[in-house]
């Protein structure tokens, strides 16, 4: 298809002192494309089809976007969703510079760098080193500043050893990531990212998310286009949902995602020109007036914003094929659903499963199929839920079928406020047996201390060697945590074969206890739940 006519200026740069908090700003932004039916390849042969047709235009228009409206301010992450070919990367690049809209204009305020096709503009000819000073020299950097930041991005790229290699000769991944490096060292005001942030294998992916943690630690912009929805509805402010090049829905990440997963929303999709548009305009119609939010969560007392990773290993496909395995699995998945479940009733928080998706009973949202030893998951999640800090007030991290009553999390919270940086509340883990609760830590692990401590009229107990699939740290104690453990640390405990990362990471602590009430900050493992005789809102009564 052929790009349509544009005006020539439509695109402008708003100056860089410009007091306005608008740092991007589009209005009624349309890309339109010529589709030829059969194009002629001559004048003569176009003059000939005039004469026996008296028909001139041989294409259709095709927009693919239509009419684009929004700002967006600094310091914010907006996301954008929808099906392929509804406009994303189209818009992308509108906002890039690379494409002029047919009508409208998009005006943007600072430096920008954008990562929609890594290695843009190389020349597969030249060096690394050689590549890294003409992409420099296109950003308007001087020679003396591009050789400060030669090494750091070679280094950054492990490419060190090829410095002096024609591109040419990289593979997909060096080039990746010699083009991702490159354009994350110009340090931009706003940053414009298409699906490019997993390139390279799980060591540079790692690097990738750290570098992108630290330009949001920064308060930079970010505009954003994702299939990651769940990273969308941490991380973004607002989120525009297009579809068909139009824009359905702006505004918060929660009401955007459910729209976009909505079965009427998708069918509407496949419904083709002006009834189409209309199913899509109906479904829109119908969900933003809803509050989904409420609808899927209360606002618990403590009012706290909460990021979970749920670890989630058990189910596998040798286990499928076995009759009765097959039936335990399906009781362990309605555990872990109803865990899941209890989870979101904690309020502002955002769940995120982790796991393998080749041996997972239910949806993963965060996938660790590259892990070798899939015991390492509890390390792994950890680290990846670091790279969220500063996100949220409270972060949780715990086994698949643990179950987390809504007055313990409030009661932690209490306590978290009174408590010193180097102390938190490890909840009791408690599974039920013949209908009564037993505390599996305290009956199982050694190493407590006589040492008490009351609050709340409650006395607890010192853990010296906690074990209980479960992590709750404030965003503060997170911070200290990363500042004193090793997550590259594989032990063990209790001479058992499975590494306990938990174990390691509340090391910096003073872990206390509840010695006496086991339905006060504790938590149910539902291992050994009888669903029929002792229902998870009864077991926790």
Not at 388 to 403: A, S, T
Not at 413 to 427: A, T, W, Y
Request: hydrophobic share 40%.
């Amino acid at each position: 298809m052929e790009k349509s006519a544009a005006p020539k200026v439509a695109k402008k740069v708003v100056p860089e002192g410009s007091i306005s908090p608008v740092v991007i700003s589009v209005k009624d932004v349309t890309v339109a494309y010529r589709s030829y039916k059969q194009r002629p390849t001559s004048l003569k042969e176009s003059a000939l089809r005039f004469l026996r047709t008296g028909i001139l235009k041989h294409f259709d228009t095709f927009n693919a976007l239509q009419n684009v409206s929004f700002e967006i301010e600094r310091g914010k992450v907006f996301g954008i969703i929808g099906s392929n070919g509804s406009g994303k990367s189209t818009l992308l690049k509108v906002l890039a510079g690379v494409l002029i809209p047919t009508k409208g204009e998009a005006a943007v305020a600072g430096t920008m760098t954008s990562l929609i096709e890594l290695g843009a503009g190389f020349d597969p000819e030249l060096s690394a080193v050689e590549n890294i000073y003409l992409n420099g020299s296109l950003h308007r950097k001087t020679k003396e500043e591009i050789a400060e930041r030669v090494d750091h991005i070679l280094e950054f790229a492990n490419l060190k050893e090829f410095a002096s290699t024609p591109i040419k000769y990289y593979s997909s991944g060096m080039y990746a990531r010699l083009g991702f490096s490159v354009a994350v060292d110009i340090n931009p005001d706003i940053l414009v990212v298409d699906e490019i942030l997993a390139v390279g294998d799980e060591r540079f992916q790692r690097k990738c998310r750290e570098v992108f943690s630290r330009f949001l630690e920064s308060g930079k912009t970010v505009v954003m286009v994702s299939h990651d929805l769940s990273m969308l509805q941490s991380f973004a402010d607002r989120v525009a949902l297009l579809s068909r090049g139009q824009l359905t829905f702006l505004g918060d990440p929660e009401t955007a995602v459910e729209i976009y997963r909505d079965s009427s929303y998708q069918a509407a999709l496949e419904v083709p020109g002006s009834r189409g548009a209309a199913a899509l305009s109906s479904v829109v119609a119908a969900e933003v007036p809803k509050p989904i939010v409420a609808k899927r969560r209360h606002t618990p007392a403590h009012g706290k914003s909460i990021l979970c990773f749920v670890n989630h290993l058990h189910g596998g496909a040798d286990d499928r094929n076995n009759a009765s395995a097959s039936h335990g699995l399906a009781v362990r998945k309605g555990y872990i659903e109803t865990a899941i479940q209890q989870l979101r009733e904690l309020g502002k928080v955002d769940v995120k499963v982790c796991g393998l998706k080749k041996r997972a009973l239910v949806p993963i949202d965060l996938d660790f199929s590259y892990l070798e030893d899939p015991a390492h998951l509890v390390f792994e999640s950890l680290k990846r839920m670091t790279e969220y800090v500063g996100k949220y007030d409270y972060y949780i991290n715990l086994e698949d079928d643990i179950f987390i009553p809504n007055d313990a999390f409030s009661a932690i919270v209490e306590f978290d406020k009174k408590s010193l940086i180097n102390e938190c509340l490890h909840p009791n883990r408690i599974e039920m047996r013949e209908g009564a609760a037993h505390c599996i830590d305290l009956e199982a692990l050694p190493g407590w201390t006589t040492q008490r401590k009351s609050f709340e009229e409650k006395i607890f107990k010192v853990a010296l060697n906690p074990h209980s699939g479960l992590l709750i740290l404030s965003d503060e104690k997170l911070r200290y945590a990363m500042k004193n453990v090793d997550l590259t640390f594989r032990g063990r405990v209790l001479g058992g074969p499975i590494s306990s990362a938990y174990a390691h990471f509340h090391s910096p602590f003073s872990l206390y206890r509840c010695s006496e009430d086991l339905t006060f900050h504790s938590v149910i493992h539902l291992d050994h739940w009888v669903p029929q005789q002792i229902p998870p809102q009864e077991a926790v009564v």
